[in-house]
C-alpha cells in the first residue's frame, strides 16, 4: 500500500479547509465570552393626579442620565439622549420601556433623572398647556432595589400632580413632581417603546418602597368668611419625605360667591351655577358688543367740553388760535390728558372683560372639579397658589361713562358717578417660591395650618365650606408618598 496516499489527502483536505476559511471567514461560528455591561431598559409607570374630567395628560421628555457605582466602588454616570411623549394617564397598572442604558453588571444604582420638555392636560375636551417648573427630575434609588444584573429594569413609579391655578386674568395649570424609582426583574418586554402590564412582584417593590405617611388627624372650620383647616401628618418610615400639595375636595357641597352672586353648591345646585355662568357670559357679549359706541359716546362728550373750554376761553378775550402760546400749550396739554384717560376707560373696560370671562373659566373649573389646592410651605404652613397681584374692575354698566370740565384748566372721566382709576395693576407670572415644600424627618410628625379668606383669581371668587359637609383631604409628598382622610366641617 502507498503511505503517501493518506498524507497527500490529509494536506489537501488541510489546503481546502483553509482556502474556505480565507474566503468566508464567518463559516464557522464563533464563540464569545459575556460582556461586562447589559442593557437595562428604563420603564415609566402608573397615573398622575389630575383634576375631575381629564382624558389625557402627556409629557414631552428629552433625556435619562443614571448614576451609577461599579463592583469597585468608582461613580459613573450614563446619558441617553431618548426624546418622546406619553400619556401619563395610560399608565393604569401597565409600564411603557422609554430608554435603555447600557451599565455594568454587578452595578448599584445611585439615581436617576429625567428632563421633561413640556406638558399638557386634556380636560373636557379642551387641552390646555402645563406648567413645569422643575423640568429636571431626580430621584434617589432606596438599597435593596439598585442591583443590576442581567434581568434588570429600572423602573421609574412618576405620580405628579396637576395642580389648578386661579389668577385675575388666566386659569394656569402647574405640574408638581413625585417619583419613585428601583431596579427589579421581571419586565418581559425590553424594547424602547414596548408596554405590558406591570407584573406583581414590581407592584409589591413599589409598594414597599414608597414613604409611609398617615394623616392622624384633621379639622375644617369656617367661621364667618375665614376658612381654618389644621392637618397633622406622620412619617412612619425611616427615611425624610418631603411634603409638597395638599388638595380639598368638596364633592358634597360649599359656597361660592362672586359678582353679587352666591350659591351653595351640591349635586343638586349645579344648575344655578350653570345658569350665572350664562348670565356672566351674556353680560361679557353685551360689553363687547357695546364697546365702540361706549368710545364714540365719550369722544363726543369729549368734543362737547373741549368747545365749551374753547368758548370759555375766547370769553375771557384769549385768542387760541394765535398770541398766547401759554394759552395754546395749556390747551394742548388738556387735549392730551383727556386723550390718555380716555385710552384708561378703553383699557380697563378690555380689563374687566377679561376679569369676567375669566370668572366664567373659574366657576367651570370649581363647579366640575370641586376641588381646591394648597401648596406647603417650609414653615408648615398651607397656601392658596394664586399671585399677590390684584385687579381693578370696571362695573359691568358703564354706557353712562362721560368727561366732565371740572375748571377751565382741568377735566374728569368718569362713569356712573365715579371716578376712574389712572393704573391697572398687571399680573405677574405664576411661579412656585423657593422654599416649596416642608421636610419631614423619619418618624416625626408635623401639623399643616391655613387661616384665611380662600380668595381666588385674587378676589373675582370667594369660597367657604360649609358646616356639617364631609370633605376629603389627599396630601402628596416626594417619592410617591401619600395619604387621605375625611372630616366634616364645622362653625
Known sequence: MNKT????????????VAIVLVYYPN????????????????????????PANTTSLFISYLSFKVTYADSNGSTGIVSINSSGSINLLSLVNSSKVLASADLPLSSTIKSIQFAVASANITINGTTYSVRVPSPIITV??????NKINGSSALILDFTPAVVTVYTS???????????LALSSTGLTNRAVGSEEHVPTNINRS???????????????????????????VKDNSNEAVLLQHLRLKMINGFKLSTFNFSANVSNNT????????????????????????????????????????????RLGGYNLSGGDQTIENRFDDIKTRVNSQLNTVENQMEQNIVANENRVNILSRIAEDRS???????????????????LFNMPVNVSHAQVERINSTDVNVSYDNSGISNTVRENSDFALPVNFGYNLSAGNSVTLNFSAEINLGEGLLALELVPGTQYDLYLQGTNGARASYSVNATS
Open 169 to 179: 386674568n388666566s386659569t394656569e395649570y402647574v405640574l408638581v413632581p413625585s417619583l
Open 27 to 50: 463559516i464557522i461560528p464563533k464563540t464569545t465570552t459575556s460582556s461586562s455591561t447589559t442593557a437595562v431598559p428604563i420603564a415609566m409607570t402608573d397615573p398622575a393626579e389630575t
Open 372 to 390: 381646591i389646592n394648597f401648596f406647603i410651605s417650609s414653615n408648615a404652613t398651607l397656601f392658596l397658589p394664586f399671585s399677590g397681584f390684584t
Open 206 to 232: 413599589l409598594f414597599s418602597e414608597r414613604p409611609n405617611i398617615t394623616i392622624t388627624s384633621a379639622s375644617l372650620q369656617q367661621v364667618g368668611n375665614i376658612t381654618k383647616i389644621s392637618v397633622t
Open 270 to 313: 349645579i344648575s344655578s351655577i350653570k345658569e350665572h355662568k350664562a348670565e356672566l357670559q351674556n353680560e361679557v357679549s353685551a360689553i363687547k358688543s357695546n364697546m365702540s359706541s361706549i368710545i364714540d359716546n365719550l369722544n363726543k362728550s369729549l368734543l362737547s367740553n373741549l368747545s365749551s373750554i374753547n368758548a370759555s376761553l
Open 5 to 16: 496516499f493518506p498524507v497527500m489527502a490529509v494536506v489537501i483536505v488541510v489546503l481546502v
Open 140 to 145: 434617589t434609588v432606596p438599597k435593596g432595589f
